[in-house]
């Protein structure tokens, strides 16, 4: 019953790899594990972590998520998926209980209930399939393969066979006749009298939402109480036929899930979490492009933002200024200097999402974005000194730098924030150009935020960009980063007039 297809994965095209299990260490710098963290709540009830922790690893499967997260916007086959993935959320609840329950007859008709429930949104996904205008090759793919699954299903019987079990259990009716000393059990497969209603009627006050309340009189499902025991086994006197149906079929299939089924439904939640993300992000007033991969090294964007700081900004109605930037057509490192608290983090660690966001398959947070394709993502960025470790903040800084330096990473794209602080500028300034001549002999790109101007001198190989202050107001910030040769100014003294911390203030407030 086994089908073997071309169709191997809705993320991957030719070979799922192994899935990665914990974050990158990239995903904290760059705010994806804030990220990560609002993309779960779109998708409740599924693990979704390792597919965004493990990235594609071709332009091929880049553009082959590309298509299928387009295809993903057709409304109605964006119903029929997620309805799928109930029933399947349904039907998997059910052979779970079965797994669980003691008694056979109950765990039988735990298994039944959990194979009518997979037969039928397989059977709805290949219908919603069928009668989709599809151009995305992981669905015309999974089409096909799940046209020859549900065929193989149709021959082998186990549709036939599951639904005609389901069917005599549907049958099933009778009556409780409760009185002071005794139950009274009555079939009554005529009048199709609703059993579940007339022990409301007898149980509940008159008024209350008995449907409710009786949804289910017997709390613990995996352990029959006296009355479901007592009637199994009138009912397999009355209607041996029926019982002999149900274990027949617990017997016969035994292990009926399709592992490409399983994995599509869980698989599918990345599109479906993206998806709503992205929906509730354009809702906040910010766009998403698809971008583009070139074979070149064409690297450009207009627009570009930081996805994090929207969604912390959201509530408190602050909004959050887009850039552009643009680079060579060769492995550069943009050098970006300007005033403290002048948002050149943000734009950098926005420029690391837009990368993330693109070699994942997903939209990138900007107007349009152009991109080679990128090995991988490699970041340093300034932390807190620790106590804990006994050694300076330079030497920690090293420690971390090392094992980036030493992996020999070729084409990633690289965002080193604000090295070598505690170091002299001179030590800085060779120190910080032997790291980015490293990563530039690896064909990497990059972008550097740092205090030290000398390093953002204007080279066939480092382009200058310079955080903005309004014309002739040095404390207010633009958040706006311009290609321009870095500028001396002392920004530091705008920041201490500003938080009036100067001598005289201090001095004032002291006396």
Known sequence: MIIVKNFTSILFKNH???????????????????????????????????????????????????????????????????????????SRRSYNLSLQCGEKIQAASYHLEAAVRYCRAVSGLSEALLGADLFAEGFLLLREFISELTASYEASGFFRTSEKAAQLLEKIRFTL???????????????????????????????????????????????????ETTLIRILKKSQPELFREIEQFYESYPDFYEKKILDFESEVQFYIS???????????????????????????????????LVWKNARRGRPVVSNDFSCPEHPSFFVLTGPNQGGKTTFARAMGQAVYFSLAGLPAAASSLTMPFFQGISTHFEVEESVESNSGKLKEEIDRLAPMMKSHIKNHFVVLNELFTTATTYDALIMGRK?????????????????????????????????????????????????????????????????????????RRLS
């Open 177 to 227: 006749l409760i009185t002071s000393d005794r139950i009274t059990i009555t079939e009554d497969a005529e009048t199709g009298a609703n059993y579940m209603e007339e022990l409301a009627d007898i149980l509940l006050p008159e008024g209350e939402h008995r449907h409710t309340a009786l949804e289910n009189p017997f709390p613990n499902v995996l352990e029959p109480s006296f009355l």
């Open 274 to 308: 993206a998806r709503e993300f992205q929906a509730k992000t354009e809702a906040l007033g910010y766009s998403f492009c698809r971008p583009v991969l070139t074979e070149g090294g064409a690297f450009f964007a207009v627009g570009n933002y930081d996805l994090a």
């Open 435 to 507: 790291v980015m001549e490293h990563f530039l002999e690896r064909d990497c790109y990059g972008i550097y935020v740092t205090h030290i101007q000398e390093l953002a001198e204007q080279t066939d190989r480092i382009q200058s960009l310079v955080a903005q202050i309004e014309d002739g107001e040095s404390e207010r910030r633009t958040y706006k980063i311009l290609p321009m040769p870095a500028r001396g100014y002392g920004y530091s003294e705008s920041l201490v007039k500003q938080f009036e911390l100067t001598y005289e203030d201090v001095k």
């Open 16 to 90: 799922r790899p192994e899935l990665q299990k914990t974050a990158p260490s990239y995903f904290s710098d760059l705010q994806l594990d804030y990220l990560l963290g609002i993309l779960e709540n779109q998708s409740k009830g599924y693990s979704i972590r390792p597919y965004y922790y493990t990235l594609p690893r071709s332009a091929e499967d880049i553009a082959y998520r590309q298509e299928i997260y387009e295809q993903l916007g057709d409304p109605a086959l964006a119903k029929a998926v997620k309805q799928f993935c109930i029933q399947m959320q349904r």
